[in-house]
């Protein structure tokens, strides 16, 4: 922590007197984003706009010297639900005026996927977090925490102050749209930094400060970001001043926060009283007549959990679906499936592209499972996994809401001879991007989230590239739901042919294991820029994990199998590599497959492939095709190979 301070200090502009000015808004704020003036005088840092940021980054800049100083704002977050946050608000200090590339929801307008927790970025963020991010540890979704470089906090408390007079701690709602003070003071003989919250009532926040941390500073701004759910997040009046007793603010009055803005008007609203009214008496007509459908049937299935409300992934309405989607145009169609349709959207009221997944159910059990399912997946943030935004259902369909990828998925360039001549061709280090990318989604998913999480689909159609060509992997959980849940009179495996592992279909229980295995195959497609198993070739090529193994066996080269456009030398090593890796991760024996931990290492150049891979990968009775005893669910896109 202390080294990534002395950086800090090397690039601060020092300024050599004291200085004490009172920040007003207008003129000493450059808005950026959604950041705005409101005319009462505030800063208002988002709009109602989802998914944006905004940031207000003191002009001219005015670097805090080194020394003692305390900074006093007042700030309030107006959330469009009463209780449930949007994301946050953060104060930053920072060496430029905001880092290049924010990005919003979770990263508060301060960082983005790429350069989260990267040493060179010298900020530090003092966040009023609304949002409980596990990625990065939240320990609530109401709480403060001062941030190194990164979303992570350093330190963080639930929000709070400790009473004056009794010691105790009294809880304060972020979310409360209540005008709070901030209170950070910087004390520069003991290098600690204290921050305070307290009611904007009180003229002089608490004597025992939040949060405590032993740090050095530089320049200052504000940043929001608002995620699925809208809020607005104000600044008020701030004060700067040296040394390290907070001055005492008395706000003339408290001002109240406007409340979160409803797109109706006065005439509208009056439609929609009328139109309630109706409402009103057709809902109790529909509902004693479902009541008497209820009784009758026996249907008891309720929709909408009640954890659904609390931690779910956000439920989209069809209807804003149906217009992102031009209303599912086939114009818009990105691709076809054994699970269902992909359709490409804007979402109204952003730029934020979306691809929009829709599969059908035509079995009730099984939903609460699959809601589960979505709640886990909706929970997790990996820069080499799809995001998932959210879904919806309507009526026999299932809706699922991804980040649009605008490179597609990893098989269109591999199979490029066979199909689409006019594909640009990955280069070697590009394929080996991808390799190490999707192997760090692996991991994450098998070892570093909290619950292990088993993909069960991995194969090149699953894995997406982004406008950096990044890959990450799309589309996990699906294939249990269509294992678990939705059909349990039928035994049926759900995954793809040919990437299944033995012992999947000998037992039915997946394992991180059975991931490894279509792993390894993944990487020597990758490689080999051919399909698994291919028909227009010579015989003994046909079957692409035979022939790489055969021509190891005869001590051939391997790099034959390796496709021409990257076959060269200075590439051996790292080729040589991924094949035989590939041959082990796919190896018949389940205890013979490494761990993702293992394989990461091995990519990495940290640690070496067993000597007798040899030996290992061709024990031939464990090898050949195993019998089929279950049906197997086929992805339509796989039956064009076989
Ligand atoms: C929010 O601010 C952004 C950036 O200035 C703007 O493009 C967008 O239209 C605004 N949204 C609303 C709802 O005002
Ligand atoms: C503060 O809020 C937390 C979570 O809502 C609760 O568990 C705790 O008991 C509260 N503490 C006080 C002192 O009210
Ligand atoms: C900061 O907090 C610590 C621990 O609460 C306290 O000992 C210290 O006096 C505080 N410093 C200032 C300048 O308020």
């Keep these: 922590m202390s080294r990534e301070f002395e950086d800090l200090q090397r690039i601060l502009v020092l300024f050599f007197t004291l200085f004490s000015l009172i920040y007003n808004s207008n003129g000493k704020f450059i808005p950026e984003g959604s950041a705005a003036f409101s005319s009462s005088g505030f800063t208002v840092l988002t709009n109602t706009s989802k998914h944006s940021y905004g940031q207000a980054f003191n002009n001219p800049s005015v670097s805090i010297k080194n020394s003692s100083f305390n900074i006093n704002f007042f700030f309030g977050i107006v959330p469009e639900h009463n209780h449930q946050g949007s994301n946050g608000m953060a104060f930053v200090f920072s060496p430029t005026r905001g880092l290049p590339g924010a990005s919003s929801d979770q990263y508060l307008g301060i960082f983005n996927e790429t350069n989260n927790g990267k040493t060179s970025n010298h900020v530090i963020a003092i966040e009023l977090d609304i949002h409980k991010d596990e990625e990065f540890g939240d320990i609530d979704d109401n709480h403060v925490g001062i941030n190194i470089n990164g979303m992570r906090s350093v330190a963080s408390a639930s929000a709070g102050y400790y009473d004056d007079e009794d010691g105790k701690f009294h809880n304060l709602s972020l979310i409360s749209r209540k005008v709070m003070r901030l209170s950070i003071v910087y004390s520069q003989p003991d290098k600690q930094l204290n921050v305070t919250l307290s009611p904007a009532e009180f003229s002089v926040p608490p004597r025992k400060s939040l949060l405590s941390l032993n740090q050095d500073l530089s320049i200052f701004g504000f940043t929001a970001s608002t995620g699925s759910i809208g809020a607005l997040h104000y600044m008020l009046n701030m004060l700067i001043a040296p040394g390290v007793d907070y001055p005492s603010l008395e706000l003339i009055a408290v001002p109240i926060l406007p409340p979160y803005p409803k797109k109706l008007h006065d005439t509208t609203r009056k ?130 809401v991804y980040d649009f990828m605008p490179n597609g998925s990893l098989d269109r360039y591999l199979y490029r001879c066979n199909t689409d001549e006019s594909q ?142 990257i076959r060269q030398e200075q590439n051996r090593g790292q080729l040589e590599l991924v094949l035989k890796l590939g041959l082990l991760c796919s190896h018949h024996a389940e205890m013979v497959r490494p761990a993702m931990s293992s394989v990461m290492r091995i990519l990495n150049g940290d640690s070496q492939l067993p000597d007798n891979l040899l030996e290992v990968v061709r024990d031939e009775k464990l090898r050949g095709w195993p019998e089929i005893s279950t049906e197997v669910l086929v992805d339509v896109d796989s039956l064009v190979v076989l």
């Design 424 to 565: 640009e061709g990955l280069t070697w280090e590009q394929r080996f991007k991808i390799i190490k990318d999707v192997a760090s989604a692996l991991l994450y998913l098998h070892q570093e989230w909290v619950q292990i999480i088993i993909h069960r689909d991995i194969k090149p159609a699953n894995v997406l590239l982004d406008h950096e060509m990044n890959a990450r992997l799309g589309d996990f959980g699906l294939a249990k739901l269509y294992d678990q849940g939705f059909d349990p009179q039928t035994t049926r495996i759900a995954g793809t042919f040919g990437y299944i592992a033995p012992e999947f279909l000998r037992i039915g229980r997946a394992t991180t294991s059975t991931d490894v295995y279509a792993f390894g195959l993944l990487m020597l497609e990758v490689v080999c820029g051919r399909r698994l198993i291919e028909r227009r070739v010579p015989e003994k090529e046909q079957v692409l994990v035979d022939w790489i193994l055969e021509l190891w066996e005869e001590g051939g080269d391997l790099l034959d199998a390796v496709e021409q456009s």
């Design 271 to 400: 439609i929609l009283w009328v139109c309630l009214t109706l409402a009103v008496i057709a809902a109790f007509v529909a509902s004693w007549i479902g009541f008497v459908f209820y009784w009758r049937h026996k249907k008891v299935k309720e929709v909408i959990e009640e954890w659904e409300i609390q931690y779910g992934p956000h439920r989209f309405a069809y209807k804003e679906l149906f217009n992102a989607t031009k209303g599912f145009k086939e114009k818009q169609l990105l691709g076809r499936g054994g699970f269902g349709q992909v359709y490409r959207g804007t979402l109204p009221g952003s730029d934020a592209e979306i691809a929009v997944k829709r599969t059908s159910h035509d079995s009730r059990q099984g939903m609460s499972e699959f809601l589960a399912e979505i709640s886990t997946i909706g929970r997790l943030r990996h820069p080499n996994l799809v995001r998932l935004l959210g879904y919806c259902r309507h009526k026999e369909h299932l809706y699922l």
